[in-house]
């Protein structure tokens, strides 16, 4: 896990909050939850873990699935979702020194976790031709982030992330979420090809 020296500010992600309207009773996010789609995993039965695709596999922002992953099957060609450019991604984008593949914005619910696991289920990420940046986006102080950073279940980190700043997580070794706070966690989720530039 490393912080990198990318950051963005309050006003650069304000198009994403303003879309992602959290206010309680608000009809618009009760509305735009629909577009957000569980994460097929065995980690997330009550499924309050989902994502929403700005660039994937597909035009539809909901499908959120990559080609031979957890049994997906999909021909789709990686393109950007209307939202890309709705919520100006690009732009966001062009701070990162590297290709992107999937970018998403990822949702965990107040109150909620994602247990302990990998995501070497993407064998682009299990060879390491990918690595997976976290901006977190809509976050506070009481959700964390832990690792086992050796692979073993002794001595694990728990670290926080801020909003704006950039993270490379190694997802390929153990690691959960905890959002132990009343707001959802919402982070922009950055899948790229990795290079001299990118750990």
Known sequence: MKKLDITYTDEELQPIVDWCDMEENNHYWSSRQGLFAPVITKNNKKGNWSAMS??????????????????????GLLQETYLYKDLNISFLMDKIPAETERVRLMNLRHGEKIPKHTDRVDKDIKDGKIVRLHVPTI???????ISWLDGRDKDPTEFKMKKGECWWLDVSKPHSVINASKTD???????????DLIP
């Open 54 to 75: 700005l660039k994937g596999y597909d035009p539809d922002p909901s499908v959120i699935s990559k080609p031979n992953v957890l049994g997906v099957g999909s021909d």
């Open 139 to 145: 976050t506070n102080e009481n959700i964390s982030m």
């Open 185 to 195: 966690r919402v982070h922009l989720v950055i899948d790229v090809y990795k290079n």
